[in-house]
């Protein structure tokens, strides 16, 4: 059966956001293990346990696309044009002094890094606000100061209680305080699809002066652009510092703000994602999707 043929079918399908990214992510696994095989839309239908009908659907709400686009966008050619495509207009946008090519689809970020003793005193008299809400990733903890979002990371395997500890062991002298309103205004804003206009983000963050430099490389890599660990290392000045970048990028406290799912590997195989590969394949999608320039 062709990956463009389509089944009617009275199943039901859920319309909860963390039960779509569930089942993308599903068969961002599969095809990724089945990848010589050239699975069809009738094989990925089988083991989701939908119609080809409610496939289509489900992709085309989640991201916009159909499931053959879908497929085209998950292989290791595509990762490497897009290396390619994106390391001309980085290198020229870099020695400019500008953000990047795609600055107006991209949300504007800023960092601030906390003072030496602010690192010492490790949040001492913060007040975080914090709440567990759904993405198109999957549920994730958000923690925000009056000075801006300090920490924000997916559910994985562990519990969003877990993830409310990590909270407050990187920031052990802070006071914690649920806000699930306050809070899920700002993860709207953060995961807002379309060509809107997108509001400004400050982030307050806590590290070494090395990976503080490298998050903020980071902001240099726009919506639907990729780069590479040692791109990266060259930009700061450190092209010998290749794994000392990679390991900066794993540290990195804040996913999808600080878009460390936009570094590859040279070769332009995925490289590794603090909350998984299958994740950081299913937001590189999303993106390029929802910019259509890929």
């Known amino acids: 059966m062709s990956i463009n043929s389509l089944s009617d079918s009275a199943e039901p399908i859920s319309r909860d956001p963390l039960y779509d990214y569930q089942r993308i992510e599903a068969a961002i696994g599969y095809l990724r293990a089945n990848a010589i ?4 839309l009738a094989d990925l239908s089988k083991v989701l346990h939908l119609s080809e009908y409610h ?26 044009l897009q290396l390619a495509r994106s390391a001309d207009l980085l290198t020229a946008s870099h020695e400019v002094g500008l953000s990047g090519p795609g600055r107006l689809h991209d949300l504007f970020v ?7 003793g ?10 975080i606000r914090y709440g567990v809400h759904p993405t198109p990733f999957g549920a994730c903890l ?10 924000l990371e997916f559910v994985t395997t562990q519990s969003s209680e877990s993830l409310r500890i990590a909270l407050q062991e ?14 899920a205004k700002t993860i709207k804003m953060i995961f807002a699809n379309g060509n809107t206009a997108k509001p400004a983000f400050n982030l307050l963050l806590q590290g070494t002066n090395f990976q503080v430099q490298v998050w903020r490389a980071l902001l240099r890599i726009p919506l639907g ?22 390991s900066a ?7 999808w703000l600080i878009p460390c799912h936009r570094v590859l590997r040279s070769d332009g195989q995925l490289g590794g994602y603090h909350w998984g590969e299958e994740r950081k394949q299913a937001c590189l999608v999303w993106e390029a999707a929802s910019i259509n320039s890929v």
């Open 37 to 40: 095989q050239q699975p069809s």
């Open 55 to 80: 496939l289509q659907r489900l992709f085309t709400r989640w991201a916009g696309v159909s499931p053959k686009r879908f497929l085209q966008l998950l292989t290791l050619e595509h990762a490497k």
């Open 110 to 116: 800023t960092i601030e890094a906390v003072t030496p």
């Open 118 to 127: 602010e690192f010492k005193a490790r949040g001492e008299s913060l007040r």
């Open 142 to 151: 958000i923690g925000e100061t009056t000075r801006g979002v300090c920490f």
């Open 170 to 183: 990187r920031w052990p002298g802070a006071h914690l305080c649920p806000d699930l309103d306050g809070t």
């Open 225 to 246: 652009s990729v780069s590479s660990y040692a791109t990266v290392a060259r930009w700061i000045g450190r092209p010998k510092a290749v794994r000392a970048v990679g």
């Open 249 to 255: 990028v794993g540290a990195n406290p804040i996913a």
